[in-house]
């Protein structure tokens, strides 16, 4: 595999209006692979923008450096930003022009122009699949259409790599599914390479290749979502939710002894946690869906009254929390 982007001890201080300094990035190293769909994932304030600001060139860095296809963004920066495109976290349109308009006009920016921008626009408008709208203005396309245009932008100029800043933030479902697999056909169809910054775990699980999770600052993780969840213990959480009954520990004890593959197994009472009102059957396995029937049998046999069966899968979001103690949804 080749290295695309290659950013060693990047750290960025920030003065604040009060004179006191805030270390926003703290010494991020990052390497992103050719082709591959690397996310940023970190919740407000994490460093995201900061980051990205810094290897797109937008920020010096307070120290450290980045490559992008081995020029150095703060010596070569002509160099490296021409193999790069970026999608600013805010959206930044003419909104009098069309959208044929916005593009032609940001592609002679970039120093393109005549057929060659031209065609090089239908193919854009095809790629945010707006080709029906492309000559209704701006300013009465939705936000979700807006921020296509915005990514539409950003590929003008055939970049090999592209930056999206939290792309698809206050942006309706219809338009956040088009923008996710419009990030996907940039992979798939044409070999880019992507940086995608989200605080959703979703997202980062669903697109990316690989994950840098980022908190305060600095990358506390980094891998595949298949290694940061082995990190953490890969093990699946069955829930029997059986209402208000109380049930004998001895029944507990049985459910790791006779279902291969569960690790351990607690009960709940209705009433321990929060407003939880029904007792809860807890069950940790490696393969939770296995486990289940075999499972439900005991408890039929038991005869529990189950309410709900509830299997839990290790997500991004246990790793954050396992990581930091804190939820990335706060
Ligand atoms: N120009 C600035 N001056 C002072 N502090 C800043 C500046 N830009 C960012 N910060 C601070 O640096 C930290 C990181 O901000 P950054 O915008 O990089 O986070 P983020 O992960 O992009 O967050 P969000 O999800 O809200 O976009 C925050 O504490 C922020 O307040
Ligand atoms: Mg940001």
Redesign the pocket.
Known sequence: METLVEARGLVKN?K?KDGTE?Q?VKGVNLDIQKGEIFSLL?P???????TISMISGLLTPTSGDARIGGFSITKQPMEAKRLMGVVP?EIALYPTLSARQNLNFFGRMYGMGGAELNKRIDEVLDLIDLKDRQKDKVDTFSGGMKRRVNIGVGLLHRPQLIYMD?PTVGIDPQNRRRILDTVLRLRDEYKMTVLYTT?LMEESQELSDRVGIIDHGEIIAMGTVGELIQQVGEEDQLVLKIGEQTIDTSLIERIPKEIQGVTRAAFEPPGETGDQTSGEVIVYAKRGRKALPHLIQIANEAALEIMSVEVREPDLEAVFLHMTGRALRD
């Open positions: 920030f604040r805030v926003a970190g407000n304030g994490a460093g995201k923008t900061t976290q939290e605080h």
